[in-house]
């Protein structure tokens, strides 16, 4: 059974203040690993795809990575603006379908 | 060019009744997947409809069911409401076998 672990639960950081968020899984063969952005009572936002490992990618502020049992979603000098639930999902190699399995998410505050 | 979009944006129901939620894909992709999410966690995979049948399915019981029309929308009905199915409902809208899923705003339904 394919499992996405995400910490720390919660992160508040300062304004500036980089840091990575952790998401650890295991899955019997990956065909992609997905970060998504959720704000309070809305749909997740798309970041980012992460295929095979050693990969990188980076979006204003974003950088995700990516090894063969974890990825990292780092945040440099991040601002209020970036505060929000950031979710991780893998999609396994399947016959058929392409359901993602998602962590529980890492709520980040950012304080200005 | 248009997002996902679902509907209602929100429900109320009460236990044991019937209630069925619709979403309309990204414009030019063919798979719907559904997801449920309970509050403080992530998305929960439900099923997944590719030319109008059920290519895979989560943990589910057969009270949650679904359907695909010849445009690519789709419906997702839950009977017998439990004070359980209380959550946010997502839409996710793809290409068969592409990677990435793209989120509607989801449809937030109270059971009481």
């Known amino acids: 059974e394919d499992q996405v672990t995400q910490s720390p639960e919660a992160l508040r950081l300062q304004e500036g203040e980089s840091s990575s968020l952790n998401c650890s899984y295991t899955?019997?063969?990956?065909?992609?690993l997905f970060w998504y952005r959720q704000d309070p009572g809305k749909g997740p936002e798309f970041l980012f795809t992460?295929?095979?490992a050693g990969e990188e990618k980076e979006k204003e502020r974003l950088k995700a990575t990516l090894t063969k049992k974890e990825s990292f979603l780092h945040i440099t000098a991040p601002k209020p603006e970036d505060s929000a639930t950031y979710l991780c999902?893998?999609?396994?190699?399947?016959?058929?379908?392409?359901?993602?399995?998602f962590g529980e998410g890492t709520q980040l505050t950012v304080n200005p | 060019d248009a997002g996902v979009t679902q509907s209602p944006t929100h429900l109320i129901k009460t236990r044991g009744q019937q209630v069925t939620l619709r979403c309309s894909p990204k414009?030019?992709?063919?798979?719907v997947s559904w997801y449920q999410q309970a509050l403080g966690q992530g998305p929960q995979f439900i099923f997944q409809?590719?030319?109008?049948?059920?290519?895979q399915r989560g943990n589910f019981p057969d009270r949650f069911s679904g359907h695909q029309f010849p445009n690519y929308s789709s419906e997702l009905n839950v009977n017998a409401l439990l004070l359980g199915d209380s959550a946010l409902y997502l839409c996710?809208?793809?290409?068969?076998?592409?990677?990435?899923?793209?989120f509607g705003p989801g449809t937030r339904l109270t059971v009481l």
């Open positions: 409809y590719y030319e109008e049948e059920e290519r």
């Open positions: 899955v019997s063969g990956l065909r992609g």
């Open positions: 996710a809208s793809s290409l068969v076998y592409g990677h990435s899923q793209f």
């Open positions: 992460l295929y095979s």
């Open positions: 414009s030019g992709h063919d798979t």
């Open positions: 999902a893998v999609q396994a190699v399947e016959t058929s379908g392409s359901r993602l399995t």
